[in-house]
């Protein structure tokens, strides 16, 4: 089993739709990360979270330390939004381990 | 100044080569790490670099190994290059948070 679990792995949606990514982890983290990665782009760091929620602009990332779990949401999601997002725990230092990503697309 | 800067963009290499990849870290951080990341795969942690030495290292050869500055840039060097390396070569600077650089496409042929 791997110890970071994301979901669903890929998902497409319509413009506007409220979106959801779900992210699982197994280990001790100080630090979670959601990351999103455009085809053939280098990594852009959205969140790094160790409790609570965060907001920036439409984009929500919550975290739930006892339940070891992470939501990434999309408010009215546009295809520009379209791209691989992944999350990436923190255990003890910063050799992150990654989840497998989530594909978005988002049709117009 | 702010960000994480890579270069090359874009390496076309031989197998057999040598090949060395720079990142300059976001100024004040002192922790550097080296992803690989594979077509169509998540990025796999190379080493990591703190003050300038060793902090950590993936399931990587001998042949891939690290520098860092103290001015904590870092280079990452790879020998006798293998078709298998072909890859993306992310950085990442961290101090609290952590800051990707754009990677760098290298491309064994």
């Known amino acids: ?108 | 100044e702010t960000g994480v800067t890579q270069s090359p963009t874009h390496l076309i290499k031989t197998r057999g080569q040598q090949v060395t990849l720079r990142c300059s870290s976001q100024s004040g951080h002192n922790t550097v790490s080296w992803y690989q990341q594979a077509l169509g795969q998540g990025p796999q942690f190379i080493f990591q670099y703190y003050r300038e030495e060793e902090n950590g290292r993936g399931n990587f050869p001998p042949r891939f190994s690290g520098l860092q500055f103290p001015n904590y840039s870092s280079e990452l060097n790879v020998n006798a290059l293998e078709l298998d390396d072909s890859a993306l070569y992310l950085c990442a600077s961290s101090l609290g948070g952590v800051v990707f650089g754009p990677g760098t496409r290298l491309t064994v042929t």
Not at chain 1, 41 to 68: C, D, P, Y
């Open chain 1, 1 to 108: 089993k791997n110890e970071v679990e994301q979901s669903p792995q890929n998902l497409t949606a319509q413009e506007g739709e409220f979106i959801t990514i779900n992210c699982s982890y197994s280990v001790g983290i100080s630090a979670l990360h959601w990351l999103q990665q455009h085809p053939g782009g280098g990594i852009v760091s959205l969140f790094m979270l160790s409790s609570g929620k965060k907001k920036h602009g439409r984009l929500i990332a919550t975290i739930n330390i006892q339940e070891k779990h992470s939501s990434l949401h999309i408010t009215a999601s546009h295809p520009r939004d379209s791209a691989v997002y992944i999350c990436a725990v923190v255990p003890c230092n910063y050799q992150l381990i990654w989840g497998a990503g989530t594909k978005l697309i988002i049709k117009p």
